[in-house]
């Protein structure tokens, strides 16, 4: 089973920052949260990764909690094109356990 | 530097019939695995593969088969396809195995049993 939680859905307007909530409470020392996101039907991307420290890229930043039970991914500016579901996720060694995901939907 | 390949990217098949969905990737990564995805749900993983000659069961691995006799390769076959295996499946890799690895998806196959 999944070992992370997040809301099924969520809006945001286009150019404003989108923050994508995930729990993960059970979380063990060694292992790292991820984030993908998959438009439509395509092959998930990935987006970033963590272990306890905060973390950007070009894409987004994820910020995790002191405790690592839980954490959120930013995507700064969003845009029409960041209409996706979003997978957070942590990672069971080498295994990635996909939950439902969060619906996120950019509007103009 | 194509990533990872999957092909056929649509395929339609009837009940009883085999077939292999290929995937191949081209940065010598050592961890490949396939996944499934059903309407409306998340990636399950079917089986995976740590290096050449080594797979391994993942969530759901009844009625697949693979086998990794290259780097490059992990194909995965259907011996006697059902309808409960109309799917998307997508193919994934990554350097190594382990917590500090992205894996990297193909853009899936399509598959319908009829």
């Known amino acids: 089973d999944a070992k992370t939680t997040q809301p099924p859905s969520m809006d945001c307007a286009e150019g404003r920052a989108a923050n994508l909530p995930c729990n993960h409470s059970t979380i063990s020392g060694n292992e790292y949260v991820y984030w993908y996101r998959q438009i439509h039907s395509q092959g998930p991307q990935y987006i970033i990764h963590?272990?306890?420290n905060n973390e950007t890229n070009e894409m987004a930043s994820l910020i995790i909690t002191e405790d690592r039970k839980s954490s959120t991914l930013i995507l700064p500016h969003a845009t029409l094109r960041d209409t996706a579901v979003y997978y957070c996720i942590v990672k069971d060694t080498d295994k990635l356990i996909f939950g439902t995901g969060t619906r996120l939907q950019v509007f103009p | 530097n194509a990533g990872v390949t999957q092909t056929p990217e649509f395929q339609v098949l009837k009940t009883g019939q085999s077939m292999t969905l290929q995937c191949a990737q081209d940065?010598?990564?050592?961890?490949m695995s396939w996944y499934r995805q059903d309407p409306g749900m998340g990636l399950r993983l079917i089986h995976y593969?740590?290096?050449?000659?080594?797979?391994d069961q993942g969530e759901v691995p009844n009625g697949y088969n693979v086998s990794r006799s290259t780097t490059e390769d992990f194909p995965l076959r259907l011996l006697s396809a059902a309808p409960s295996q109309t799917s998307v499946y997508f193919c994934?890799?990554?350097?190594?195995?382990?917590?500090?690895?992205?894996?990297?998806f193909g853009d899936g196959t399509r598959l319908s049993i009829l």
């Open positions: 963590g272990l306890k």
């Open positions: 593969s740590v290096g050449a000659g080594i797979t």
């Open positions: 940065m010598n990564h050592e961890y």
């Open positions: 994934a890799s990554s350097l190594t195995r382990g917590w500090n690895q992205p894996q990297h």
